[in-house]
């Protein structure tokens, strides 16, 4: 059996079915109106055509212009990209420039920040050796005046025991003297 024998057996069953059932094909071309419906369908068509094919250019030219506007913007956001990492490229040299510079201040400003430090160490050591000198000296001569008072005192009292008024006066007036001759 070939394969449009089968095929026709099948339509025969379902056919023979239907027609139990109430539901089913109808193989009489003139019964079913299958010519009305072959014309019907060829003039609708032949006169939609034009109208479908101009709704369909009308279509395709919208999806390429929309295609092609598409690509232009594409263009320039990537031309945008290009800009925008050219100027990434130059902000970061600037940036790397910026970072050297202030690397190069702060390590001057350190060095000048110890160099003034140590110059005010070494002012003040030589302001403190200069107040401690002076202190020594004031202290000397106030212990250089104790010592000249208490010697001075001591040889009054032993002169007063052992040494008349008249004596004592001539002491008193040399020693006097010589002292007045020092200062």
Do not use: C
Not at 36 to 41: D, E, G, M, V
Not at 83 to 110: H, M, P
């Amino acid at each position: 059996m070939s394969i449009s024998e089968n095929f026709f057996q099948i339509f025969q069953l379902i056919a023979q079915h239907s027609s139990e059932s109430m539901f089913g094909f109808n193989f009489d071309i003139l019964g079913t109106n299958f010519i009305n419906i072959s014309i019907l369908l060829g003039i609708v068509i032949y006169v939609g055509k034009p109208f479908l094919t101009q709704i369909l250019e009308f279509r395709q030219e919208k999806v390429l212009a929309a295609i092609q506007e598409s690509e232009e913007r594409l263009a320039q956001a990537n031309l945008r990209l290009t800009e925008a990492q050219k100027q990434l490229a130059q902000t970061q040299i600037v940036i790397d420039q910026i970072k050297g510079e202030s690397d190069a201040t702060a390590a001057k400003v350190r060095e000048s920040i110890i160099a003034q430090g140590k110059l005010d160490i070494e002012r003040l050591k030589a302001s403190s050796k200069v107040t401690i000198a002076n202190t020594e000296a004031q202290i000397i001569r106030q212990i250089q005046e104790q010592i000249a008072n208490l010697a001075l005192k001591r040889v009054i009292l032993h002169l007063k025991g052992t040494i008349n008024i008249d004596a004592q006066a001539r002491i008193i007036d040399s020693n006097i003297s010589q002292l007045g001759g020092k200062f």
